[in-house]
């Protein structure tokens, strides 16, 4: 098992992505640590993982809340004896569709403050663990990778906030990288099946995404799972400071 013995924290794990990485590190040995703010999801999730036999315990942490976040990470070090993995792939409630000319501030404001406040205090949480251990893995989600905005489509304060989580990975990398604690970005381009149910129900937008790939399909939340583990594991030890490229091809590096 690729992640055995290892801790990790997962915010806003019963979303999409979240149970895909969740289930992907247990899988893979580490015991989960589910957060989020609805425990009833939290539980079921969890009920799951260990159905399969893995390890999860769940905890309802808001991860915009500075406190509850730091209570949390030091309750699981404590518990556990360490904080391995890290990641927040909270839902950031962008507002899409309205072009940005006529877009209320707040709607564009919030993505933004979401993204980057809850990735700067989920990190900063694990980190001051990790440092301590001389080891750690913290994964940021979302984006392209190519810092390119949408065209046809308004997607808000979105793609501006996704692009400030990707630099704010870059930086916590380098400042981190001399304690051994590596920092990765995962970015898809888009996961089809991962879309709102009003999206879904829009062909065009199932199709923009597979258009644009080299490979003719969108990522799944499968393939955010195994690169998730891989890039959380000490098969990755030397990678930090980048982004995983899962587009099939949307964006090529």
């Given at each position: 098992?690729?992640l ?8 806003g ?32 999730l969890?009920?799951k993982?260990?159905a399969?036999?893995?390890?999860a ?13 730091d ?19 909270i839902?950031?409630a962008?507002?899409?569709g309205?072009?940005?000319a ?9 993505p ?8 700067f205090l ?12 001389r ?19 308004s ?38 099946e991962g879309?709102p ?30 690169v ?11 990678m ?14």
């Open positions: 098992m690729l055995a013995g290892k801790n990790a924290i997962v915010y794990a019963a979303g999409g992505i979240g149970t895909a990485m969740s289930t992907a590190f247990a899988r893979e040995g580490a015991k989960v640590h589910l957060t989020g703010r609805t425990a009833q999801t939290l539980d079921a969890a009920d993982i260990r399969d036999g893995g390890r315990e769940t905890a309802v942490v808001d991860a915009l809340d500075e406190q509850a976040v209570n949390h990470a030091d309750a699981v070090a404590k518990n556990d004896g360490s904080v391995d993995i890290s990641v927040c792939v839902d950031i962008d507002h899409q309205t072009p940005l006529e877009m209320a501030l707040a709607d564009f404001e919030r933004i403050h979401n993204a980057v406040r809850s990735t989920t990190a900063r949480a694990a980190a001051r663990h990790m440092i301590r251990q080891s750690g893995v913290i994964l940021t989600f979302g984006g392209d990778g190519g810092g390119e905005p949408m065209r046809d489509y997607i808000g304060g979105l793609q501006v906030a996704l692009n400030a989580v990707d630099f704010l990975r870059r930086q916590l990398a380098a400042e981190l990288g001399r304690h051994g604690v590596r920092v990765l970005g995962l970015h898809t381009g888009g996961i089809a879309l149910a009003d999206l879904k129900a829009a062909p065009a937008i199932t199709e923009m995404l597979v258009a644009k790939t080299m490979l003719k399909r969108a990522a799944t939340f499968a393939d955010v799972g195994n998730a583990v891989f890039a959380a594991s000490d098969l990755a030890a030397s930090t400071s980048t982004s995983l490229n899962i587009t099939c091809g949307a964006v090529s590096d």
